[in-house]
């Protein structure tokens, strides 16, 4: 009865701590991100500028021309210019909810935005832990918060307004629907991955080497749907 007991107190002794410092790395991390937001770097302006041309319909030019694209990331009123070149057209689609706004205004409603993608990415992977009946779920829940408020890459995508953080979310979706056995599903969040920034490739050869019929339709669907509506776009 002793050892059982011991080991209760220890994973609760360690679950408090690390719900202490996942606390306050919380509050750090939302500090950071309330300072990123209403700063101009260079990694925002390429994504918002291609999804603005997007929503206006700008056919005059290239994404991939980058004196082009400098030149019309200050036509709307960036100082830190920046690029699109090595992204496909229908990468221009993932900023198009938010064109519409200012980018300043745009940029710290991208910040939140993303935060809000990692804690979702996060919590699908987590449950798949937790529910899988190996893991105390106690234990795992603060060290899920540990991990996703301490992720030094996270802040450097917070800092530069880069979209990394809506891939990962893609990817975490695809997964879990994949674990799920909605393949379908599955595939879809797969397609859109390989669509707008390539990173679906692995999830692509590891289906057709087990012949995951389902999972290439759903992909194959969702990346000719958005290939077409960039291509109509741009």
């Known amino acids: 009865m002793i ?6 107190l220890a ?60 030149a019309q990331t200050r036509r709307f009123g960036f100082k830190a210019t920046d690029v699109f070149y090595g992204n496909p057209p229908s990468a221009a689609l993932v900023m198009v909810p938010f064109s519409r706004l200012p980018p300043a205004k745009a940029r710290i409603v991208w910040t939140w935005f993303t935060l809000a993608l990692w804690a979702a990415g996060i919590a699908l992977l987590g449950s798949v832990l937790i529910t899988s009946g190996s893991a105390t779920p106690w234990v795992i829940a603060p060290a899920l918060l540990c991990f996703a408020t301490l992720y030094a890459p996270l802040r450097a995508n917070l800092e530069e307004g880069q979209t990394y953080v809506f891939v990962f979310a893609l990817q975490s979706a ?17 397609g859109a991955l390989l669509a707008l ?13 087990r012949r995951d ?3 290439l339709r759903g992909a194959v669907t969702t990346f000719a749907l958005l290939a077409l509506v960039s291509g109509w776009a741009l």
Request: glycine share 8%.
């Open 213 to 215: 019929w389902a999972f």
């Open 11 to 70: 994973l609760l002794a360690l679950a408090i701590a690390l719900l202490v410092v996942g606390l306050i790395a919380t509050v750090s991390l939302l500090q950071f991100a309330r300072k990123a937001a209403v700063t101009e770097t260079f990694g925002f302006p390429a994504p918002y500028t291609a999804a603005r041309l997007v929503t206006i319909r700008e056919r005059s030019g290239n994404l991939q021309n980058w004196d082009w694209f400098r």
């Open 3 to 8: 050892v059982p007991t011991a080991r209760k």
């Open 174 to 190: 695809c997964c879990w629907f994949w674990i799920k056995r909605r393949r379908t599903v599955a595939g879809a969040f797969g």
């Open 197 to 209: 920034k390539g990173y679906g490739l692995p999830f692509m050869i590891f289906a057709a080497l």
